[in-house]
């Protein structure tokens, strides 16, 4: 039984308010549905989006109505904690250029950022340059639709301006004339690795430049990842659930192969740009659950 | 036809009062005020630390400057005062400016103000600071927001503490107080509900190893729990009741059978965020959510149990057994700042004396009362 409930049946407990008028509890009942509408459609928007660009018509027409209202209160949340699964974590590089030489480092970086929070910000850092993370150039199947390929300029775009916003802080903080930036991938280690093969978690086998372009495999974007079944299993590779959001580049594009200049080169190497729900960075945003 | 008629008016009768009963029956303020007090703490702290690099993040070459931040979010019904502040001088002004109102918020002076003003910043610091944000914001911006709706400083609050010196008796129960109470409640099962679902769509929270790619995560990692390796057994139930006590958790929390298991279970897994995933805020502010189920009267012996903890560190003269009560605000007020802090501290347990939601002693005076 509730509290309420418990209250309400109690003479003992009685209320010692007025109750609310009817009229009172009629427009508070409709702000309540409104809200709570608003509360769910959020997150559900977001399950629904299980390809890029794609999401359940139903959950559109609703999120349409109250986006503005989501968006201003700090709704839009998939609340995908650690989901659908904990994934790597992203790291940046980065080397800057001053007139005594050059400055290397990388964030989070346990050592410089304290407390822990203060790292935890610079991790969020790190992971929302590699969320938003656009080649430049984008898949045949994306160039040949207009309107995929506004989507897609306006995605790399914002992501050559969050990098370059990088690039002046670090600027900023070390007097540098120049910046280099690398994202890098560090996934943990499977069972295997570390009561087998002795893998520390910061073992540098486990860390991956990622590089800025992306080959491109289309024959079967879906797949390229076999799931790892369970911990036991040496080299675990993440599964690639697709991101949800806003059109993103060809990898994670269902559809038959296409035809043209594309490179047969190996299937996509990355994990992270098809699975960025199991990685933080950009709360706020509807695109990424990530992590906590 | 006329009895399904019936059955149907009758049901739908029903509802009406359950609905009305669900929201609009009036609660003691008791725990809205102790998640005010430990909301306001989180917010103060969150902005404390942003405090320690303010520039780096809210100056005008920050990681992500004003203009990335609308970018980043791809919303345009967004706002935020900071976006307005160009010099650093005005930035500090209003940053410890924002911190005054966290710290008046949690002990609660002016608290309603205060209120709305904590939840305004916190989404307008929010709104700014996109990419840098995680649960931890989405939990305090939520916690923040529904405080603002009920009478959160009522008790625990320095409000309460001068309101008594003016001489003012016992508090009322309050509809809005029950109102906020279930917003939280509601909003706290619908994050439950899609992590769960969320988790279902993965691999590794079926084959069992979520858990160990979670603990062998190095940048999540604050204490090294990769010893559950020795037991994947372990792991890989861990890993399921995860999934299923997240998935369920928005019913098996209702339930008065099963409340105290699926609220155990909110303490150890978050505590286990806390302690073993490096995100001591986020665990703890899940936890201050969860305290949104906690009955009112279990908070107030909590409070009164505190209280006396307290009282027997800062010594007896100040709040003993005999302040507990309408006589303590004399003792108070001739007791500086500890007696203050411990009479806010117990406060609730003074209060409620005339609301009646208490098992202690001094609430069930009014109770025979009202039998004679």
Known sequence: MSPAKK??????????????????????????????????????HFATNTRPGVSSPASDVVINVTKPYIDATFLNHGYFFFAPNPGPSHLVDYEVQTEQGSVTGRFPDRSQQWPRLLYHRHFMLSETLNTNFVPSQPPPVVANDPEMLALWTKDRNIYFE??????????????????????????????????????????????????????????????????????????????????????????????????????????????????????????????????? | MNAALTATKNWFLQSLSAWNRFWFSPTAPHTLAAIRVLTGVMLFYTHLVWALDLSAFLGPNSWISADMAGQVTRSAYTFSHLDYISTPTLLWICHIGALVVFALFTVGYKTRVMAVLSWLLALSYCHRL????????????MLAMYLMLGPCGAVFSVDRWLEKRKGASG?????????????????????????????????????????????????????????LGFSPILIAVMTHLTVFWETFYAVLVWPKLTRPVVLAMALIVHGGICLFLGMITFGTAMIIANVAFVDPRTIDGLVKWAGSRVGLVIGPSSVGPSSVGPSSVGAVQGGGVAAAVASVASAGAVVTAGSGPSDSGVLQQPRRRRKS
């Not at chain 1, 209320?15 to 409709?30: D, E, M, T, Y």
């Not at chain 1, 009561?195 to 974007?221: G, M, W």
């Not at chain 2, 996109?130 to 911006?141: H, K, P, R």
């Open chain 2, 171 to 227: 508090i009322s129960e309050s509809t809005s107080a029950n109102l906020a109470i279930r917003l939280i409640q509601i909003h706290l099962c619908v994050i439950y509900l899609f992590g769960g679902i969320g988790k279902m769509r993965g691999e590794f929270w079926w084959d069992g190893s979520a858990v160990w790619f979670s603990v062998a995560n190095y940048e999540y990692q604050s204490l090294d729990a990769t010893w």
């Open chain 1, 162 to 292: 969050l990098r370059k916003s990088f690039e002046n802080r670090l600027k900023t903080q070390y007097s540098g004339s120049s910046v280099e930036l690398r994202r890098v991938e560090h996934r943990p280690p499977d069972w295997f690795e570390v009561f087998v093969q002795k893998y520390s978690l910061t073992d540098e086998r486990l860390y991956q430049v990622l590089p800025e372009e992306l080959p491109i495999a289309v024959s079967n974007p879906v797949q390229p990842n076999p799931v790892q079944p369970n911990p036991v299993q040496p080299n675990p590779v993440q599964p690639n659930p697709v991101q949800p959001g806003p059109v993103q580049p060809g990898p994670v594009q269902p559809g038959p192969v296409q035809p043209g200049p594309v490179q047969p080169g190996p299937l996509l190497p990355f994990p992270e740009r098809v699975s960025p729900e199991g990685t933080g960075g950009g709360q706020g945003v509807l695109r990424p659950g990530g992590t906590p």
């Open chain 2, 130 to 141: 996109s990419g840098a944000l995680f649960g931890l914001d989405q939990v305090n911006v």
């Open chain 1, 7 to 44: 209250q309400a049946e109690s003479p003992s407990l009685a209320p010692q308010v007025a109750p609310w008028s009817a009229l009172a509890r009629i427009a508070v009942s409709l702000l309540v549905v409104f809200h709570l509408t608003a509360v769910v459609i959020a997150p559900f």
